[in-house]
């Protein structure tokens, strides 16, 4: 009553003043002649608005024209108002306007953060700029102080504020998500104070204050509960609270009517008498859920709120008409997107079954069909991946699941194709469901998928494959060594520019292990509420920014300052980032990051992997063993054992949880670890058996080799004693061949040795003459050897230049008179002319036209001239010159050099004629030497022919000896080495003849063995792969169960078979004994799952 000032009916003063002094309550006064213009009796005040000029009051609806939703507009973009976020527009308006800080609280859903981003960026004043910044738990406040400093400008020494005529309004979404620091304090949230209480704070650097001003802060938060705190009341004292509240069903029904008829109006009429339906039955949906559906530390993920029944109608208007325009596909398109809001984070059977159960119950009730029509099918999936073509995809239902499971894999193979890291997946039909899931949320605007399993159960490859599938870059960070908030930011930046700059579609792929700083998932968390990280961008970054998203901006009806291309950008990241988180929801970090991180989700659809059903593990043990080529003899049996294996773990796990309160999670890991140790241990245990057989097998092999090698030395010495006996009477006759024939080589020998002592006095004699030739012929090379040389230095020209003197120097006369003497030429008789009346002899005209006139062949002549062979009478005319002074190729040179070289060839040949001449005598007597050494030489060599045929004869017969010898020999050593041999053959036959009928029993019964071995193995890798973490009577019953399927499946093992039979090594456990194992059954488990897993083991003591 204290909010109620006044009563204005009469009636109701009477009829309410009984009850409320029953309850001692004060009533407010009545007051009299008030007139209400516009209200009826019965009207709540609040849905009125009472206009000044009117003087009445006015439902809020009528303020403002008639929301009609624009052609062409998309799902997203519709904001459809309603009375409630009328009214508190306007307040926020008010208050804003002047000068007001404001508080809005309300739970999440109601539109708090879009109400007010959409005033501030289409209805704002032209002065106002807005910021926007979200809390997180992770929120620090020198973060904050940056972000806000950045986007301030220096007025004048020590105030800061925005662009001068501008009011920055501050909206800080997520107001009490920071967490309490130890003291109980909320760091950004004092901040936030401080500037209320002082206008300011103190730049961090230089300790200097920093006066904010004109700004208007504007906040929203959640109720306290979960991740959200308390707020300070003196923060809250700064603020107008203007509250919101939940949707009225009236509201909400009145808002998806709007966008669902909007997208229905093409549909049949039937479809459309559907809306009404599908509204109040997503909303009984939606209350139930918050009703029975409670989170709990197992199921912290069980959060509802208003955006689930919008993401409900996001699949329901994606329908097209062309494919779905009649009532039955709506409603089952109806079933499948509550299934994949509120059924698919389901983690247990009896939620499920209560998922179920509502659907039956609003088709029975409020779609007049039975659930026998709606699910005739076991998998209702919607998709529209059925197309490859992007452009050409139409959601639709897909009715055959076995060509939707052949499309998947169509997609899968072509994606390893076209990648270098390939994905061996088995696409049975949960996969290629949870595939649909993934590439339904993708394909929707800012879909978010969160998925919650555990490890190893194809989150990340089928979101790689989804990904592919929706023919968008699938981006996911690389953690290594040093990997902090500062590589992680600008991995995030790559990802964020390729959306906003390159506007292309990116699939973010994060997962919990990547999780390095929780810094980490508060960058994500800011991702996935706003599309943006605080301080992430550089100068140069916004600049790109700025480039790109212009013609955007203008698109968008905003002007293109700096804040509103910053939102352009920020919306086109919206539309083109989707986060994927892959998560496990195993152990507290899960459930502190959802309290501390709240968009993880309410701004992601979640997706609850769960077990393996059969009809998986059944598809994957295929793939695994078929991969591998392991050849099994029953394939079938072992892949139902595994499969068997499995999910009896599953079943003792819960049993073992309810009685020790310990969890031992198995995981599709386990399974495929059980593969790989099936086939490690059955790869070994072949080896080994295998081994130990063909030992025995060469043992059998080497006792019947001796028996036949018994008979076959028998058979050999029998052979070889007439061949032996041969041989010796062979040798005794070659013998005496070889004896007479060297005593006739011997005579040879001393003939031979004879004629060469001959034959070499022989030639000392020879040599000696030769030497003595040689020595006189000696003098006369020099000079001859100079003359060859200086001939040779003469060219045609020089011998051109003597040919055309007509009165040549006496040197050049001379030297050629002596060349014509040597040559023979006769000279030309010519009257004196010194008068006497006389002829002389004029050589100088014969050397003109004969001597000179070819030099080519002047030069040849003097080259090839026969000097051992000069005539007398030549040598007794040619000596008279040798006597001149004047006759000197030193004074001759300084007359001509050709002539120079002339008169030294006619001493050369003058000099050799006699000592040639003197030489002769000698070259006779050496000429009879050889010849006679040349017969003593042909002798010998007859004598040294024979002589060597007949030690070719003794060498052959040598040969032949030696051979003979050498095959008697070897033929004495055969029998006696078939005698030993004999002997020992008799010795290892007799004393092995008791182990061949024992071996033989062994390699038959190892062969046997190997056809057990499945079957062993099989008992023995889920032992090593699962039994680890539990007791010992759980493990001998699954040994016993294991066992017993083994019989049922007829696959052949060892009766009792067990880990310790097959995999145990006497020696090796005697080792761990002595080394302190206690020598209990358990502990020997231990140690041979320890010795024989391929992972690291987990101890728990």
């Not at 292309?504 to 943006?532: H, P, R, W, Y």
């Not at 670890?673 to 058996?689: C, G, H, M, Y």
């Not at 030992?695 to 030395?713: F, M, N, Q």
């Amino acid at each position: 009553s204290r909010y109620i000032w006044a009563m204005v009916s009469k009636e109701h003063f009477d009829e309410m003043s009984v009850d409320m002094e029953k309850a001692y309550i004060p009533m407010p006064p009545f007051q009299e002649g008030v007139e209400l213009v516009g209200l009826e009796p019965g009207c709540d005040l609040f849905g009125f608005f009472y206009s000044l000029e009117e003087q009445a009051w006015i439902p809020w609806m009528q303020t403002i024209p008639k929301y009609d939703v624009p052609r062409g507009a998309k799902y997203e973009e519709i904001v459809v108002p309603s009375v409630d976020s009328v009214r508190l527009v306007y307040i926020f308006q008010l208050l804003v306007t002047n000068d007001k800080h404001v508080l809005c609280p309300g739970p999440t859903g109601t539109g708090k953060s879009v109400n007010i981003a959409l005033w501030l960026q289409k209805q704002a004043p032209d002065n106002f700029m807005a910021t926007f910044i979200s809390f997180s738990a992770q929120t620090h406040v020198n973060q904050l102080q940056d972000l806000i400093d950045s986007k301030l400008e220096k007025r004048r020494r020590g105030v800061y504020g925005p662009p001068a005529g501008k009011k920055m309004v501050l909206f800080i979404d997520d107001l009490n998500m920071p967490l309490k620091e130890y003291y109980g304090a909320q760091p950004p949230i004092e901040l936030i104070r401080q500037w209320h209480d002082h206008r300011g704070w103190f730049n961090r650097k230089e300790l200097v204050k920093f006066n904010i001003v004109d700004v208007i802060m504007v906040s929203a938060m959640g109720p306290p509960g979960g991740g959200r705190t308390f707020i300070t009341e003196r923060l809250k004292r700064h603020y107008s609270t203007t509250a919101y509240a939940d949707f009225s069903d009236a509201a909400l029904t009145q808002i998806f009517n709007v966008i669902s008829t909007f997208f229905f109006q093409t549909f049949d009429e039937k479809v459309q008498a559907l809306l009404p339906s599908m509204i109040s039955s997503s909303i009984d949906v939606f209350k139930t859920a918050l009703e029975d559906l409670l989170p709990t530390p197992a199921k912290s993920h069980y959060l509802f709120n208003l955006r689930d029944i919008w993401k409900v109608f996001l699949g329901i208007c994606s329908l097209s008409p062309k494919k779905s325009n009649d009532p039955l596909s709506v409603t089952r398109c109806w079933c499948h997107e509550v299934q994949r809001i509120f059924g698919d984070r389901l983690t247990d059977q009896g939620d499920l079954k209560w998922m179920r159960e509502q659907l039956d119950k609003h088709v029975i009730q409020d779609f007049a069909m039975t659930p026998e029509t709606v699910f005739e099918t076991e998998r209702l999936i919607f998709a529209s991946f059925m197309t490859t073509e992007l452009d050409n995809r139409v959601y639709e239902e897909i009715t055959n699941v076995q060509s939707m499971k052949e499309m998947v894999e169509e997609y899968l193979e072509d994606y390893n194709n076209v990648n270098t890291i390939t994905m061996p997946l088995v696409m049975f039909l949960d996969a290629c469901e949870h595939c649909s899931r993934i590439c339904r949320v993708l394909s929707q605007p800012s879909g978010n998928v969160l998925l919650l399993g555990v490890g190893g159960s194809g989150r990340q490859s089928l979101t790689r494959l989804s990904s592919f599938m929706n023919e968008a870059e699938c981006f996911q960070i690389e953690v290594v060594k040093g990997y902090g908030m500062v590589e992680f930011k600008e991995d995030v930046k790559k990802c964020l520019m390729k959306c906003g700059v390159e506007d292309k579609v990116q699939i973010f792929l994060f997962c919990d292990t990547q999780i390095a700083k929780e810094d980490f998932v508060e960058a994500i968390n800011n991702v996935l509420n706003s599309g943006d990280v605080p301080n992430l961008y550089a100068t140069e970054d916004f600049e790109s920014i700025s480039t790109s998203c212009r013609a955007l901006c203008q698109q968008l009806g905003m002007q293109p300052t700096k804040a509103n291309l910053f939102s352009a950008y920020l919306t086109r990241v919206k539309k083109n980032v989707h986060v994927t988180l892959a998560f496990s929801p195993v152990g507290d970090a899960f459930r502190n990051r959802l309290r501390m991180f709240p968009s993880l989700v309410n701004c992601c659809t979640i997706d609850w992997f769960h077990e393996w059903p059969a009809e998986a593990l059944y598809s994957v043990a295929k793939q695994q063993l078929v991969g591998a080529n392991v050849e099994l003899p029953d394939l079938e049996g072992s892949l139902r054992m595994f499969q068997m294996i499995h999910q009896s773990v599953e079943t003792f796990s819960k049993e073992f949880l309810r009685k020790t309160n310990r969890n031992v999670y198995v995981t599709p890991t386990s399974f495929l670890e059980l593969l790989s140790s099936f086939r490690q241990i059955l790869a070994d245990k072949r080896d080994q058996v295998d081994t130990q057989r063909k030992r025995y097998s060469v043992g059998l092999t080497k006792i019947s080799d001796a028996e036949e090698a018994v008979a076959g030395l028998q058979q050999m010495l029998v052979e070889k004693k007439p061949a032996l006996e041969a041989t010796n009477k062979e040798v005794g006759e070659m013998m005496i061949v070889i004896q007479k024939d060297k005593a006739a080589a011997e005579e040879v020998s001393v003939a031979v040795a004879a004629e060469e002592q001959a034959a070499s006095v022989k030639a000392e004699e020879v040599q000696v003459v030769k030497d003595d030739a040689q020595r006189d012929l000696d003098e006369a090379l020099p000079a001859l050897d100079e003359a060859v040389q200086c001939l040779r230095k003469l060219k045609k020209d020089h011998i051109q230049e003597i040919k055309v003197l007509a009165n040549p120097p006496g040197g050049v006369k001379l030297a050629c008179e002596a060349c014509c003497v040597m040559f023979g030429l006769k000279p030309v008789k010519k009257q004196d002319p010194g008068g006497s009346g006389k002829k002389i002899e004029d050589y100088w005209e014969t050397s003109q036209k004969v001597l000179l006139s070819d030099p080519k062949k002047l030069l040849d002549d003097l080259m090839e001239f026969d000097k051992d062979n000069i005539p007398e009478n030549r040598i007794n005319l040619i000596t008279s010159y040798m006597e001149r002074d004047d006759f000197d190729p030193a004074a001759i040179k300084k007359a001509s050099i050709a002539c120079e070289a002339l008169c030294m060839w006619t001493r050369a040949m003058y000099k050799y004629h006699f000592i040639a001449k003197a030489v002769a005598p000698k070259r006779a007597m050496l000429k009879k030497a050889e010849e006679e050494l040349g017969e003593c030489q042909e002798k010998l060599e007859q004598a040294q022919d024979k002589l060597r045929e007949v030690q070719d004869k003794i060498a052959k017969l040598e040969a032949d000896f030696n051979g003979a010898v050498a095959k008697q020999k070897e033929l004495a050593d055969d029998m006696n080495l078939c005698e030993v041999k004999l002997e020992r053959a008799h010795k290892l036959i007799g004393g092995l003849g008791g182990e061949k009928a024992r071996w033989r029993q062994n390699v038959k019964d190892l062969t046997a063995q190997l056809d057990l071995l499945p079957g062993d193995c099989v008992v023995a890798a889920g032992m090593v792969s699962y039994v680890g973490p539990f007791t010992s009577a759980i493990r001998t019953q699954s040994e016993e169960l294991w066992r017993s399927e083994l019989v049922k499946n007829d696959m052949a093992h060892n009766e009792g078979c067990n880990m310790f039979s097959v995999l145990g090594e006497p020696v090796k456990i005697q080792q761990w004994v002595v080394a302190s194992l206690p020598n209990d059954a358990l502990s020997i488990e231990n140690g041979i799952i320890i010795d024989r897993s391929r992972r690291w083991p987990l101890m728990i003591d």
